[in-house]
């Protein structure tokens, strides 16, 4: 509807401009119109004295001439002459000389007015618009005129000053006789139907002028009234699209110029759709945005304080809480713990349930510690899934209650969504001022102490101690120091051999990383391989491990060793990492070994963390021909029913059921039930960790498949391991020549037995 009043008021707009031209060019038109009469009327006027002139010069010459035959004076003859000379040009023509310029000419003949230019009467006539057939009857008037001229020239030559007065009174004879005044009325004759025609054409064309003046006058007023009637309408027009009047919009337009957008702006009923309306739009749309810019401004505020998805202080917020019980504590002597809470496993939600239910789990836990806070203790998430507690007035006696009945909370039973949880958390606590005054150092130390109560099993809390420090240290140590051994000649590989029970070949290898450092020393592998699993490191070495061992398989068999599994532990990062299949398959390819001499060793626990993504990396191993197996087994808990489908084929008996096998009943129970549960699923076993006879004898009772151990050998270096092959695939020859099985040879004496690389 706005927009409909806008055009209509453009339109009108328009349409006023247009009739006010054609108002303008109807007023011209008057105007032209009545100067056409005046200007017809005063044509006529000029024609009738140009013909009067004709006739007056006649009576004037007659008079001249007449007066001249009766007194011989010379002056009437010099007037008669200067007459003609005007009227035919050849003298100045006295300004204003019309009719009675004779009369007014003194006796010594000065003259009475300046003179203006020579022309001739006719050429006048002409000039004064006078029409052709007009122009004829003046013409034949003014030779008649000039013949009574060639007469009165005639009376006068007879009539010289010195003549007797009978030539005189013939002289004036001539001048009064019948031809004379019949020659004289020839020239009136013609004057007057002269002024006759005249009268009737201007007379005509003063009609015509007239008729069009009124013609335009009527244009003109119809335009002007119409012209009103329009300006009526775009006024109104105006005042609808405006809305308001002039002076209300503009104070309208003021308001909001300053910034005033509380004030409502009034809008008539009906007149929503005007600039008025529109200004109250905008005044609307203004003061609401200026509602939400503030609502923005204090959501900006409090996530600057705030952790919008656990509603507790965030790390900034945190930093000046922290400062504050801080100076409190110091002012009144009393200790604050500050406890560091880390969910237990909290990725192992995210990646099942996803990340929505995790946000659930992070409220959820958020809620149930604030529940556990005192009034004046502190409660922030740092970020993830660590939270920060600083509880007042707790030291070393009262702090590890209060973490006890944080974890009691957090393990309390739990139902998101669907889903019934069993959570569990790690604290660390470091204690203001035994531990630290500041912020920055306790947080270090209670991150510390819960790295410690994870590395013990989770679940728990444990206070800082200086030795943890200690550790920390070594290990950011070692994790520098493992950056830079890495595909250095400081790390290598070592091999153990594989034995199979039946016929006490070498069957296989289990490649184990060896750490020398020139400064640390040889560097233990369960220290070093925290480290890197800690520091991410544990990628990039697991892959330079596996390409050293595949490289290492493919020279012995250049080197004409029989076919050897080489198996290769691998770590819980470096089987999450989704390229590993493909990894794996380059390796061999570019190593050329053949997929089935590989053997990749995953821990239980690492197969069981995430039994659906195992299943779907093993499947994809085992399309590429490689072997799998499951290390450590035993120590974990396995469900059967995954057992079944991880495409595995072998087992390995964890250490701890071999180590008391000869004595110890139930290790005996556990071994026969696995042997027999993997011979069940198609899967052979092999026990690691054989180092005596008893245990081997035991074993094989038992119908293990493959042993790995001291019995036989300690892990050997490349060169020692080939050697070792040599010497007991010679020895298993020399044996099954003598009709004796070369396991009963060997078994009395194991070959490198006390071989330590
Ligand atoms: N749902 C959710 N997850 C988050 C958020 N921030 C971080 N995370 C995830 O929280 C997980 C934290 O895992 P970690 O504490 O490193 O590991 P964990 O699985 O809890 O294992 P441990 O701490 O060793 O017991 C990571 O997977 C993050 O991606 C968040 O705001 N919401």
């Known amino acids: 509807m706005a927009t409909t009043d806008a055009t209509g008021f453009a339109r009108y707009a328009w349409l006023t401009a247009g009739l006010s031209l054609l108002f303008c060019a109807a007023f011209t038109l008057y105007v032209w119109s009545e100067k056409r009469i005046d200007r017809a009327n005063d044509l006529r006027h000029e024609s009738e004295l140009l013909s009067e002139e004709l006739r007056q010069s006649s009576d004037d010459l007659t008079h001249m001439a007449r007066s001249y035959a009766a007194t011989g004076e010379p002056a009437f003859r010099r007037h008669y002459d200067t007459i003609l000379a005007i009227r035919d040009g050849r003298a100045p023509r006295p300004l204003d000389y019309h009719i009675i310029y004779w009369d007014l000419v003194p006796a010594d003949g000065h003259a009475p007015r300046a003179d203006g230019p020579a022309v001739p009467l006719l050429t006048l006539m002409r000039q004064a618009g006078i029409t052709p057939a007009e122009l004829a009857l003046l013409a034949q008037s003014k030779a008649s005129s000039d013949r009574l001229t060639g007469i009165e020239q005639s009376a006068m030559a ?27 009325a020839d020239i009136m004759r013609p004057i007057m139907q002269f002024q006759l025609r005249l009268e009737q054409r201007t007379d005509a064309s003063v009609r015509d002028a007239k008729q069009r003046a009124v013609w335009a006058r009527h244009a003109f007023l119809l335009a002007g009234v119409l012209l009103v009637t329009l300006l009526l309408r775009v006024l109104w027009l105006l005042r609808t699209t405006l809305g308001a009047s002039v002076t209300t919009l503009h104070a309208s337009i003021a308001r909001l110029g300053r910034g005033d957008f509380v004030t409502p702006i009034t809008v008539e009923p009906g007149r929503e759709n005007s600039v008025q309306g529109w200004l109250a739009a905008t005044r609307a749309k203004l003061a609401s945005s200026d509602a939400s810019r503030a609502a923005a ?218 750490w020398r450092h020139p400064e640390l020393g040889e560097v233990a592998p369960d220290e070093f391989i925290p480290a890197a699993e800690h520091s991410g490191l544990i990628v990039p070495l697991g892959a330079w491990v596996l390409r050293q061992a595949v490289r290492q398989a493919r020279t012995w068999r250049d080197a004409g060793l029989p076919p050897l599994t080489m198996a290769v532990n691998l770590s819980a990062a470096q089987f999450r990492q989704p390229g590993l299949p493909e990894l794996v398959s380059q390796v061999l390819r570019e190593e050329g070994l053949a997929p089935d001499c590989l053997e990749l060793e995953l821990t239980e626990g690492v197969a069981m963390h995430d039994p659906h993504g195992a299943v779907h990396t093993m499947n994809s191993l085992h399309e590429r021909g490689v072997r799998m197996a499951i290390d450590d087994f035993g120590t974990g808990f396995s469900s059967l029913s995954y057992l079944k489908q991880f495409k595995i084929c072998k087992l390995k008996i964890d250490r701890s059921f071999v180590r008391d096998i000869g004595d110890n009943p139930e290790d005996q129970a556990i071994v026969a039930a696995i042997v027999s549960m993997a011979r069940g699923l198609g899967l052979s076993t092999i026990s690691e960790g054989v180092e005596t006879e008893q245990q081997l004898a035991m074993l094989r009772e038992q119908g293990c498949d493959e042993i790995q151990g001291y019995y036989y050998s300690r892990p050997l270096a490349a060169d020692a391991f080939e050697a070792f092959v040599r010497a007991r695939l010679a020895a298993v020859r020399l044996a099954s020549d003598d009709g004796v099985s070369a396991n009963n040879r060997t078994q009395a004496r194991p070959i490198f037995g006390s071989a330590r690389v």
């Not at 705030?306 to 917020?317: E, H, R, V």
């Not at 990725?347 to 349930?353: P, T």
């Not at 006696?397 to 209060?402: D, I, N, S």
């Not at 030795?467 to 994790?479: D, E, I, P, W, Y």
């Open 158 to 184: 007879l009539a010289a000053p010195h003549a007797d007065a009978a030539v005189r009174a013939q002289a004036s004879r001539m001048l009064n006789d019948a031809t004379y005044h019949q020659a004289k």
């Open 297 to 514: 401004e204090e959501q900006v505020r409090y996530l600057a304080h705030f952790d919008p998805l656990t509603g507790l202080a965030n790390s900034n917020q945190m930093q000046l809480l922290a400062r504050q019980a801080f100076a409190d504590a110091g002012r009144a002597g009393q200790p604050v713990a500050l406890l560091f809470l880390d969910l237990d496993n909290f990725k192992d939600i995210n990646d099942a349930l996803g990340h929505g239910t995790g946000d659930a789990v992070l409220a959820e836990l958020a809620r149930r510690l604030r529940a556990q806070l005192a009034h004046d203790d502190v409660g922030c998430r740092l970020g993830g899934d660590e939270f920060v507690l600083l509880l007042r007035g707790a030291g070393r006696a009262e702090a590890p209650a209060r973490a006890q009945q944080l974890l009691a909370a957090v393990a309390a039973p739990c139902r998101i969504e669907q889903y019934d949880l069993n959570l569990s958390a790690s604290i660390g606590i470091a204690l203001y001022p035994d531990d630290g005054t500041e912020l920055e150092l306790l947080l270090q130390r209670a991150d510390m102490a819960m790295y410690s109560a994870k590395h013990e099993g989770r679940n728990g809390y444990r206070l800082f101690a200086p030795a943890m420090q200690a550790h920390f240290t070594r290990q950011l140590q070692l994790v520098a120091a493992l950056r830079q051994a890495l595909g250095s000649a400081q790390l290598q590989l070592v091999y153990q051999p594989q034995v199979a029970l039946h016929s006490g070949a070498v069957v296989g290898a289990e490649a184990l990383l060896r």
